[in-house]
């Protein structure tokens, strides 16, 4: 719970300086930072802030097979699929909420077009294949195969970006 209250204290007092947008830019091409910018500052904060912690990360494992640029960027899109307008804040602490509190029930209750709470279960619970399906759209596909997972179950098959992934989003 304490990881939660971090989250949201860097949800409503976390901005990207120019110095971070401009390592945005130097990793995402000019389609994918569109689609960056769509997202709410706060999810474009979190995003930042996983990017550096999977960088550490890859840096750490010091393994050759694993793509480092594949995994910022996957990292800074990871969340793409929830935009700005789709959920706030309070959105996102409700949604988070119901998933720890009562998971099948929101699942269930989730739904794209019936109000503001189920919205946000909605966007929360599909926003990975949202974000998928947009950077699809733009030629992104092995980002997209990557981010469409982030918040499936591991599996012995997952490749090293998406399993690095996963930790920099759990601890950011």
């Not at 971070?20 to 130097?26: G, L, S």
């Not at 769509?38 to 979190?46: I, T």
């Not at 077009?113 to 946000?120: C, D, M, S, V």
């Not at 929360?124 to 980002?143: D, F, Q, V």
Request: with cysteine; hydrophobic share 45%.
């Amino acid at each position: 719970m304490l990881q939660r209250i971090r989250q949201f204290y860097y949800a409503i007092t976390g901005r990207l300086s120019s110095e971070d947008r401009e390592k945005i830019t130097q990793y995402l091409p000019a389609e994918a930072v569109s689609l960056f910018d769509a997202m709410h500052p706060a999810d474009q904060y979190h995003a930042f802030r996983v990017a550096r912690s999977a960088a550490v990360l890859c840096d750490i494992a010091a393994d050759p097979s694993i793509d480092r640029d594949l995994l910022i960027r996957c990292a800074l899109l990871h969340d793409i699929g929830r935009q700005k307008g789709d959920m706030d804040i309070w959105g996102k602490v409700f949604a988070v909420l119901m998933m720890w509190w009562r998971p099948q029930f929101a699942r269930r209750w989730a739904a794209a077009q019936h109000g503001r709470f189920r919205h946000a279960l909605f966007i929360y619970l599909a926003h990975p294949s949202i974000g998928a399906e947009k950077l699809t759209a733009i030629g992104m596909k092995r980002e997209a195969e990557i981010i469409s997972l982030h918040h499936t179950p591991p599996s012995p098959v997952d490749c090293r970006e998406l399993c690095l992934l996963r930790y920099a989003d759990e601890k950011n």
